[in-house]
């Protein structure tokens, strides 16, 4: 039920594993987060939703899938992402010595706080990428981890970067998780992504995010997989008959389509599941380079829009509260840095949101031109055309992003260890064969395809008992240990 990333995901394993897998989706195209589209020229495409993917490089359901060898090519841009300031913006090159070279006094720090995690990168991402309820397979790693979780998610963290620069660069990338900070979500999140800039990268899939899509969805059919888009199922029991049916949608989903069915005390659990702040998305189709202040900043495949460490903890802190923020966080990207083939002829698109309260109906056009003006004189000048949709509006276009919530639930620690419930398993509903594999389980938000890699590989223990993985690399049916 539902075609994002997790879905997807979901059914490749169900598919690879010999079953009948059918797969429904209420809009009219599949891929959820991971869609692109042309919106005002029809040689320019536009990422609807995500448009950058470092776990897409990193995640252990896509190192096995292999993007690569199914002809998606993943563009590292030379530097991972920019934060503006006034003055020199705070860089962070794919490469850690030149990243550390350029924060100065705060070089050491930033070289101490990433270097073990990047020794262990594969394991770091597999801890944080996992159910949570086992015990890690590498002690070391999540030791690491963990200490540096606490420093940077809590107050210890105040000494570890002294600069403004350097304290900027890692507050921006906390300011992924979309809340409170600092926050020890927001700290796992920063030290997630912020190691994986050095290391496998934030690529942008050539051609733009729908590329994932496609090729998860042609290794669902080839193994027999079949589709159904535009088709809502509003009634769990319209599915009566059915060995297993794994929801790729959020709590609220699960709970509309069964409500009648769902014990009373898991059905309170899903109605009390938090969301988190709302995201405001602007599209521009541009006919040049955004004009940064700092040239260096057109050099990210990512930049991020918040000021200093303080401007963003506020920012962030009044948006979680539920107050619009006067110059909310906002994040921006020119494909076409990485990808040259998003440009042509003279167009490119630029992909921008804002951090908005959950469900703000405000139109984010001139309020994210507006940022980005200020710190790209002119900018508005290369606009050719604009479109934007409101938190409220984000969630019409898909359910899961109930009142603009992208992350599907807000990233605190509890949500992120237990999802909706606390459940020995977070994917087993209290139904026979029901399972919940969306963004709002464990890992949480991204597009990793963990959620439904976990959901299906207990589906496929529990319903059928299949107690050993499919092979998921091309042209692979065997199976192997999990």
């Known amino acids: 039920m539902g075609t994002g990333p997790n879905g997807l995901a979901a059914a490749v394993v169900m598919a690879r594993a010999g ?94 706080l990433m270097t073990p995690l990047l020794e262990r990168s594969s394991d770091v991402v597999d801890l944080a990428l996992s159910h949570h309820r086992a015990i890690p397979q590498d002690l070391l790693a999540a030791a690491k981890f963990a200490t540096r979780t606490l420093t940077v998610g809590t107050q210890l963290g105040r000494r570890t970067l002294t600069t403004e620069a350097g304290k900027a660069l890692l507050t921006g990338v906390a300011a992924h998780a979309m809340g409170r900070l600092p926050s020890l979500a927001s700290g796992a999140i920063a030290l997630l992504l912020g190691h994986l800039a050095h290391g496998s990268g934030w690529p942008l899939p050539e051609g733009g995010s729908s590329r994932i899509a496609e090729v998860l969805a042609a290794d669902i059919t080839a193994h027999g997989g079949t589709f159904h888009t535009g088709c809502k199922i509003d009634d769990l029991r319209q599915l009566q008959g059915t060995q ?14 069964a409500r009648e069915l769902l014990p009373a005390r898991y059905a309170r659990h899903l109605a009390r599941f938090r969301h988190g702040p709302g995201a405001a ?37 009044l948006t979680a509260a539920g107050f619009a923020a006067p110059e909310p966080f906002v994040l921006v990207v020119d494909p076409a840095v990485a990808d040259p083939t998003r440009a042509r002829d003279g167009k490119r698109p630029v ?119 499919p092979i998921l690399a091309p042209n692979q049916m065997a199976r192997t240990g999990p």
């Open 19 to 112: 079953l009948q897998v059918e797969l429904f989706e209420g809009h009219h195209e599949i891929g959820g987060g991971l869609r692109s589209t042309s919106l005002f020229d029809t040689d320019i495409t536009h990422d609807v939703c995500a448009a950058v993917h470092p776990m897409a490089a990193a995640s252990r359901f896509f190192r096995e899938f292999d993007l690569a060898s199914r002809g998606v090519r993943l563009c590292l841009p030379e530097i991972s992402y920019a934060h503006p300031l006034p003055g020199a913006a705070a860089l962070a090159y794919h490469d850690l010595e030149t990243t550390c070279a350029q924060l100065g006094a705060d070089g050491e720090s930033w070289r101490r």
């Open 244 to 257: 297993a049916v794994l929801f790729d949608t959020a709590p609220k989903g699960l709970l509309q389509a």
């Open 281 to 317: 998305k602007v599209d521009f189709l541009v006919n040049a380079p955004i004009p940064w202040k700092d040239p260096d900043v057109g050099r990210a495949g990512t930049v991020h829009l918040g000021g200093t460490q303080a401007q963003i903890r506020h920012q962030e802190s």
């Open 351 to 469: 992909w921008a949101y804002a951090h908005v309260p959950n469900g703000s109906s405000q139109d984010p056009v001139p309020m994210v031109q507006a940022r980005i003006e200020h710190y790209a004189p002119g900018f508005g000048d290369t606009v050719i055309a604009s479109r934007g949709i409101s938190a409220r509006d984000y969630e019409t276009y898909n359910p899961n992003y109930v009142g603009g919530d992208i992350n599907a639930g807000a990233v605190t620690l509890k949500q992120s260890v237990l999802g909706p419930a606390p459940r020995v398993n977070p994917y087993r509903t209290p139904l026979r064969g029901v399972y919940l594999c969306s963004a709002s389980t464990p890992p949480g938000p991204g597009v990793h395809g963990m959620s439904g890699y976990l959901a299906a590989r207990s589906a496929l223990r529990h319903e059928f008992g299949i107690h050993t993985t």
